[in-house]
Structure formats: C-alpha cells, structure tokens
C-alpha cells in the first residue's frame, strides 16, 4: 500500500471547500448572499425541475437568506391530495414561503375545469410576479432580510415555478417573460421552470439553463402520482 505524505494530504486539503473538515449543520440566522443576481431556467420533459429548484430554495434558506416560491398551474388534479409534502416543508423552513396561484385541473384539457379560469389565474400569477420582482429592486438585497417577513418586503431568491409551461400552453406570452427577466434586480437570483418544450425565447436572457430529460418514467406504465415523491 503506497503512503501518502502528510504535507502532501495537508497541501490538498487546503485548497478543498472547508479544508478538509466535514460540515456541521448550524444555526440559521439571517444573512445576504455574496454572489446571487443570476437567472436560472429548468426545463425538459423530465420529473425533478420543480424538485430541483425547491432544493435550491431548501439550501438558500438554509444559509439564511430569504426565498420565496411562486407557483403557476399547480391548483390540483384528482391524482394528488391536497396536502401536499413539499409545502409542509416549506411552512416548517425558515426563510422560506409559497405562493400557489393555479386553478384546479389542466389548461387545455377536457377535465371539466374551464379554460377562462386557468387564463385567469395565469394573469393574476404575472401581475404578481412582477409586484414581488418590484419589491425585490426596492430592497437592499445586499443585507440580510427578517426570515419571517412577508416577500413584499424583498427576497434574495426568487422561484417562480411551472411558469415556462404556461407559456407553452399560450397563457403567457413569451415577451411576459421576458419582461420578467428584464424587471429583476441585480441581486435577486430568479429561477424560472417548466415547459417540455425548449423555451428558445429565453436562451439567451439566462445565465443557467438545464434540459431535465426523460429517459424512463414510471408514468408511461400507467403509474400515478406517488405521495412522498410526486407530491
């Protein structure tokens, strides 16, 4: 068995995050990131770019900083019940809060939910997105935020989840996006997901973009959504 040298072991964990010493969970007090004011686009025909996502928000909040979730056409479906895993996390998580604005059923399908509604709530969805991006640029997001304060008030990351398919679905139009992306402050990281199809609108406008592909689901075997995983 070949030796390592001590100097040598010291030299590279020196230029390792952390030095070489495992991590601790700590206690989360409010502070203000260095580097955030980029966005992020998820999109692919496959599951976890919500999940993901969420699991940005989950470690955001974890530093401290102070995140927020606004949800487009997630109102519910007779798949899933209506509690739901991911919000009861969130309401249990410092620092971070949801926003859901979608209507029952699907926009474009025949589940007996009305097309006029889901347009609605779209609309709703974009005049609030636009209000919490406003409030974000007349915050100073360079400090640190109240964990507990209303997102009205400023967040350092901004979710805006399954906002890509309403585009898709012609809810939104493309330039609502856009405008979107072009009203975000600085130092907001703004994070936008959805859409199986390639929202080539908005290459160029993101700093991150990530095709979530499917390669197997479960699904296409006829299996429904799954408490603990889906919802």
């Given at each position: 068995?070949?030796?390592i040298?001590d ?13 070489g010493?495992?991590p ?12 955030f ?5 998820w ?8 999940t993901?996502a969420?699991g ?9 900083y ?18 739901r895993?991911e919000y ?7 620092g ?16 007996g ?12 969805g974009l005049d ?8 974000a ?24 989840d ?13 330039s ?19 859409s ?6 908005i290459?160029?406008?993101?700093d991150?973009?990530?095709?979530v ?8 075997d006829?299996?429904?959504a ?6």
């Amino acid at each position: 068995m070949t030796n390592i040298d001590d100097t040598d072991t010291e030299s590279t964990r020196a230029n390792t995050p952390g030095r070489g010493v495992r991590p601790e969970a700590e206690a989360i007090d409010p502070a203000a990131p260095d580097e955030f004011g980029l966005v992020q686009v998820w999109w692919g025909d496959g599951k976890g770019k919500t999940t993901a996502a969420m699991g940005m928000g989950f470690r955001a909040a974890g530093h401290g900083y102070r995140v927020h979730m606004l949800q487009f056409m997630k109102g519910g479906a007779d798949s899933v019940e209506a509690v739901r895993g991911e919000y009861n996390a969130i309401t249990a998580m410092p620092g971070f809060s949801y926003e859901n604005l979608g209507h029952y059923g699907w926009a474009g399908m025949r589940d007996g939910s009305d097309d006029a509604d889901h347009q609605k709530q779209a609309d709703a969805g974009l005049d609030r997105a636009r209000e919490l991006l406003d409030a974000a640029d007349a915050a100073d997001l360079e400090s640190p935020l109240p964990l507990d304060g209303p997102p009205e008030d400023g967040v350092h990351l901004l979710i805006i989840d399954e906002i890509l398919y309403a585009v898709a679905m012609g809810l939104l139009s493309e330039s609502d996006v856009l405008d979107l992306v072009e009203r975000k402050p600085d130092g907001l990281e703004l994070v936008l997901t959805g859409s199986h199809d390639e929202p080539d609108y908005i290459l160029d406008a993101a700093d991150l973009v990530t095709n979530v592909r499917k390669m197997k689901h479960p699904i296409d075997d006829g299996q429904r959504a799954r408490k603990g995983t889906e919802y």
